[in-house]
């Protein structure tokens, strides 16, 4: 156990959807220890995102190009190393807390000369990772699920698991001020307020966890079609661009291809929308954080583990026996667990997480009567 104002540095350094995964332990953290000097060391990418964060006193931008051979000379990349040891050690933090188990996260935790340095025992701890640690948790058989995982490692500062992991995000007003003129192009947005929308987003970094565009096409028709709900396809690159125009092609008119944005002005959008319909990538689990109902199609990875958190999320797989395979190419070649689910079926649950939202929205209004 610790005192009442610890300093704390929690270590997830990427990708940006492991990120949102680790904030319901700050929030965990912040709840049990409101006094506590809390840091995070991170990426500069996911960082783009969480910063201004209410519950973070300070980030430390993790160099990630230094430990990149071909970024810069190697004085470079030594002086961006030392650069950032010496802001960690200035910081003097008593308690690190690795939520990545990876060597670089590890070393982070190291570096940061906290004398109590908590990491993950077992298969969360990968590579050499467990050499840093100087107090090793292995999650309970019930933390299943990544966020709960994350939590637990603060139980050795005293901080239980809670009845509802929950997310707190920073502030997105502006950015959603900035997206204003597009959602009013789209007849999406007038003077009194913004109507009703689903986000549909094709892409995801692993072949094996991308549901084609031509299904999400047929789902986005649906919902104009069944739910009279628009529709506006997100993407990031060429290729998930060129996926976004194919969906909005095949759903027609009240569809709409959203305009390039960086992961603030995503957040603004999706936070705004009704219903999210996505594969297993950082925009699906930047929607759970911000509350928006989703409904995700799972290829390679585990829902059990990796899922959108909570009851108000729906998740739909092919249910073949190889999955979840964890694997970025097929071994069977046709990634049955992604091509057998159907529109049709996605349909159906997005017609479960609407009906939901529509009662808890009636419930809400109820209760404030």
């Known amino acids: 156990m610790i005192g ?10 990427s990708a940006f959807g492991d990120c949102l ?28 995102l969480l910063k201004g964060h209410p519950m973070v006193d300070r980030f430390h931008i993790f160099p990630r190009k230094a430990f990149k051979r071909r970024e810069g000379s190697f004085m470079d990349r030594v002086r961006f190393m030392r650069k950032f040891r010496k802001e960690l050690a200035e ?24 004398r109590r340095r908590i990491g993950f025992r077992g298969e969360e701890s990968r590579e050499i990772n467990l050499l840093f640690n100087s107090e090793r948790i292995t999650p309970p058989p019930d933390a299943v699920h990544v966020v709960e995982k994350n939590i637990s490692l603060l139980a050795a500062l005293g901080v239980e698991m809670p009845h509802k992991p929950e997310w707190v995000m920073p502030p997105f007003e502006s950015e959603a001020a900035a997206l204003r003129p597009f959602l009013e192009e789209c007849g999406l947005a007038s003077a009194g307020g913004v109507k ?11 072949l094996t966890k991308r549901w084609p565009p031509e299904s999400f096409g047929e789902v986005a028709k649906g919902l104009i079609a069944q739910h009279d709900l628009p529709v506006i ?9 060129q996926a976004a125009q194919t969906i909005v092609s095949i759903a027609g008119k009240q569809a709409f291809l959203a305009p390039q944005t960086d992961l603030r002005q995503l957040a603004a959008l999706v936070g705004q929308a009704a219903l999210f319909v996505g594969n297993d990538t950082g925009p699906l689990h ?14 390679a990875s585990d829902p059990l583990r ?13 249910g073949v026996e190889c999955h979840p395979c964890w694997k970025t190419t097929c071994e069977r070649k046709d990634r049955a667990c992604l091509v057998w689910v159907k529109p049709e079926t ?19 209004a109820a209760a404030a009567c």
């Open 4 to 13: 009442g104002s610890p300093r704390v540095l929690l270590v997830r350094l």
């Open 21 to 48: 995964h680790a904030v319901p332990a700050l929030v965990a953290l912040r709840r049990h220890f409101p006094g506590a000097e809390i840091g995070w060391a991170i990426e500069d990418l996911p960082h783009s």
């Open 91 to 114: 910081a003097k933090y008593e308690v690190a807390v690795d939520m990545q188990g990876l060597t670089k996260s590890g070393l982070v935790s190291w570096w940061s000369g906290a």
């Open 196 to 206: 009703n929308f689903a986000i549909v987003n094709p892409g995801a970094t692993w």
């Open 233 to 241: 396809a997100t993407w990031a690159g060429a290729e998930e661009q």
């Open 286 to 299: 930047l929607a759970v954080a911000l509350n928006v109902a989703t409904v995700a199609i799972f290829g």
């Open 306 to 318: 990796n899922g959108p958190y909570g009851p108000i999320h729906r998740i739909q797989t092919g």
């Open 346 to 364: 996605v349909l159906t649950s997005c017609a479960h997480s609407l009906e939901r939202r529509r009662r808890r929205l009636e419930n809400g």
